[in-house]
């Protein structure tokens, strides 16, 4: 052992024994933050923004997440255990499932990517041209195999017909968003139900269903059954919409014991998950009076946007979710964001090459409002 050890050693013992004879007398909080300024810390829009850029619920969480995330806190020292098998079997029994049937990750995400750095694993992901690809991009990044996209679709459906003669030897898994993102389109359940039946004896089938609930139908859109019959069929689900939830950080995937034996080799586990964002989901899970209101509210917003787009000679996609994509025409859609912008209101730019669409969320009736009253101001500008 060299010299340095040695005394390094020393101090620390001596230190140890002075602190132990003051009876560890440690600096408090408040000395510990002397001279240093409060800083106000923001946990969402800044005032007198209208944040419709992202697909959030402003309504929540409802008034009792927000009780039981006050009395989780308190065991914020604790990792969650029994109360992720609570909600585990919560879900379960709703669907008439075993818990083994049932993930939870952080968000839909942390389940999503492990799905899909195990499909890249062992082939391509095949998708539409145009869906929520961020968590396939993730688990694509370090796979020679990537995600093979479909062609573009006239009106930005997805076309099942040419996905199940895309499926080839290497395709691993085939994604399908229903309710997709950014288009908000909803697969017929008749449709999607006769597709993965087919499709899933030549490859798994991941159906991401984050915006299911905001459906007109949502037991009758979901592909859960097929799950619970035995098929090679993957369901992700989350609380971060409907719920809302998006910043507590709760999803969830329902899948064969086997297929989540093989995504959980990709993850940690209940590591991933937090005392508050359990407690909350728990609590909201079967709150359908705060659902409904939600719902009632969301759609609202969704027709005030509707109108606002006819009325300034515009088009958007037909919606069940809690966004809608507007066609601008000739605009750029990027320059009709950072246009927004200027005006307090923040939507999204332009995905991949689609370069006139612009996708705008639901917030609270004030913040659409806002957005209502600045579209011809800002279609006026760019004219």
């Known amino acids: 052992m060299g010299k340095s050890m040695q005394f390094s050693r020393r101090n620390f013992l001596a230190g140890t024994a002075l602190a132990t004879g003051a009876g560890l007398a440690l600096p ?8 240093m300024q409060a ?22 969480p409802s008034p009792l997440a927000i009780e039981a995330m006050t009395e989780a806190v308190k065991k914020g020292a604790y990792y969650v255990n029994s109360s992720a098998m609570t909600l585990r079997e919560m879900i379960a029994e709703r669907h008439g499932l075993s818990p083994e049937y049932i993930a939870l990750s952080s968000g839909s995400s942390g389940v999503l990517t492990n ?3 195990a499909a890249a694993s062992e082939g391509n992901i095949l998708g539409p041209d145009l869906f929520w690809d961020t968590t396939s991009k993730m688990g694509t990044r370090n796979s020679p195999n990537g995600i093979k996209r479909l062609a573009k679709t006239v009106d930005l459906s997805i076309d099942l017909d040419a996905m199940y003669a895309a499926i080839e030897d ?4 085939v994604q399908i968003c229903n309710p997709n993102n950014p288009t908000g389109s909803v697969v017929s359940a008749t449709q999607l139900k006769a597709f993965c039946l087919k499709a899933s004896q030549k490859s798994m089938v991941l159906v991401d269903e984050a915006y299911n609930e905001l459906t007109d139908d949502p037991e009758a859109n979901s592909m859960v059954p097929l799950v619970k019959a035995g098929h090679n069929v993957v369901v992700a689900r989350t609380f971060s919409k409907i719920y809302g939830l998006a910043g ?41 009076t705060f659902l409904k209101y939600s719902k009632v509210k969301i759609i609202e917003a969704r027709e005030m946007i509707a109108a606002a787009v006819k009325a300034n000679g515009l088009t958007a996609l037909p919606t069940q979710t809690s966004f809608m994509f507007v066609d ?15 005006q307090n209101v923040l939507i999204r730019g332009i995905y991949q090459d689609y370069t006139n669409w612009s996708r705008v969320s639901t917030g609270t009736l004030p913040d659409v409002q806002m957005y209502v009253d600045a579209m011809p101001k800002v279609l006026d500008q760019l004219a």
């Open 115 to 117: 799905l899909a750095m």
């Open 28 to 35: 408090t909080l408040a000395g510990s933050t002397a001279g």
């Open 248 to 288: 507590m950080r709760v999803g969830y995937m329902i899948a064969k014991p086997e297929t989540l034996e093989i995504v959980g080799r990709y993850g940690m586990g209940s590591y991933g998950l937090n005392q508050a964002g359990i407690a909350a989901a728990i609590a909201s899970y079967n709150d359908m």
């Open 170 to 173: 290497d395709t691993a898994m």
């Open 39 to 60: 800083k106000a810390v923001e946990y969402g829009p800044a005032p007198g923004v209208a944040k419709l850029n992202a697909n959030e619920n402003p309504y929540g």
């Open 328 to 342: 601008l025409g000739k605009l750029n859609a990027e320059k009709f964001r950072a246009a927004m912008a200027e």
